[in-house]
């Protein structure tokens, strides 16, 4: 699979952001997927996980209640709504690939995209 991440911007603490994930090649309404991001300085985090089937969905402590994340098979694309947005949330936001039997971080990666930059200003 290649992905690329879209729908990144500069928002202000309380206002809400939808990403995109697109994908190119035949295997992916087989493989679940994640969103991860990286803040400067930090490392990585899964913030959120969704099955092959969109069926399940895993999001740590830090965004329930705030983040969704949902798929269209048919179009080859994920998608994460951010609601509720904290300056903690700035960060590059990545779409990859998830371990599927926790929906967990995986241990093989795809290549990673350039990633969608979410700032948020207090």
């Known amino acids: 699979l290649q992905l690329a991440e879209s729908g990144g911007g500069l928002v202000q603490a309380g206002g809400s952001l939808r990403l995109s994930c697109a994908a190119s090649?035949?295997?992916?309404?087989?493989?679940?997927l994640g969103w991860y991001r990286q803040a400067p300085g930090k490392q990585r985090e899964l913030v959120a996980a969704?099955?092959?089937?969109?069926?399940?969905?895993n999001y740590p402590d830090s965004v329930k209640g705030r983040f969704i994340v949902s798929r269209d098979n048919d179009k080859k694309s994920m998608y994460l709504q951010m609601n509720s947005l904290q300056p903690e949330d700035t960060a590059v936001y990545h779409c990859n690939a998830v371990n599927p039997y926790g929906l967990n971080y995986a241990s093989r990666y795809y290549a990673w995209g350039q990633g969608a930059q979410v700032t948020v200003s207090s």
């Open positions: 090649g035949t295997t992916f309404s087989e493989n679940a």
């Open positions: 969704i099955s092959a089937s969109g069926t399940n969905t």
